[in-house]
T-cell receptor, first 116, second 112 residues
């Protein structure tokens, strides 16, 4: 049981380049999400998914795309990287999104992205 | 949507003292309130959580209290130790399924 696995851990991009951050979990979790963390801003939700084939936008979705073709994987795509997307990205998952059961969210180790 | 405010942003205490971090939320339908600890360069890790049908929960030196009427919840750490030094985040799960809203974090420093 590896938990939530994110790759890559570090990445430097040039403005305008595209890339995909990978996220996988082996806990059969329904819920997966992506957050970005910036100094003094806490964790802000980018996109989330409540099951395979279902995705929705969070607080800061602009410039990012996601898909959920399988229960295990939830990749985050940066379409045309901008310096404002320099951040630490965390993938997270939980067994259930409904109150009263399995609400614990588990985070991946993070991906440090720099856009120059 | 939900709005979570967290205070203070920084907190310094002497080893052995208590530390209290407070959060308020705006959505009265929020029903789940976790607290996360994040050490430098590491992922956030859940340390304690509370559901809206409970007023207080304790786990060794850590406790969380919830006041639904006032829409605020607090983290209490007693007998602090240097290894408690980290950034602590509160969060609230609002009425929109799938959304967990975080406060901006509190940098706790425990001096030996």
């Amino acid at each position: 049981n590896a938990g939530v696995t994110q790759t890559p851990k570090f990445q430097v991009l040039k403005t305008g380049q595209s890339m995909t951050l990978q996220c996988a979990q082996d806990m059969n979790h329904e819920y997966m999400s992506w957050y970005r963390q910036d100094p003094g801003m806490g964790l802000r939700l980018i996109h989330y998914s409540v099951g395979a084939g279902i995705t929705d936008q969070g607080e800061v979705p602009n410039g990012y795309n996601v898909s959920r073709s399988t229960t295990e994987d939830f990749p985050l795509r940066l379409l045309s990287a901008a310096p404002s997307q320099t951040s630490v990205y965390f993938c997270a998952s939980s067994y259930s999104i409904t109150p009263g059961s399995g609400n614990t969210i588990y985070f991946g180790e993070g991906s440090w992205l720099t856009v120059v | 949507g939900e709005n979570v405010e967290q205070h203070p942003s920084t907190l310094s205490v002497q080893e052995g003292d208590s530390a209290v971090i407070k959060c308020t939320y705006s959505d009265s339908a929020s029903n789940y309130f976790p607290w996360y600890k994040q050490e430098l360069g590491k992922r956030p890790q859940l340390i304690i959580d509370i559901r809206s049908n409970v007023g207080e929960k304790k786990d060794q030196r850590i406790a969380v209290t919830l006041n639904k009427t006032a829409k605020h919840f607090s983290l209490h750490i007693t007998e602090t130790q240097p290894e408690d030094s980290a950034v602590y985040f509160c969060a609230a799960r609002g009425s929109t399924l799938g959304r967990l809203y975080f406060g901006r974090g509190t940098q706790l420093t425990v001096w030996p």
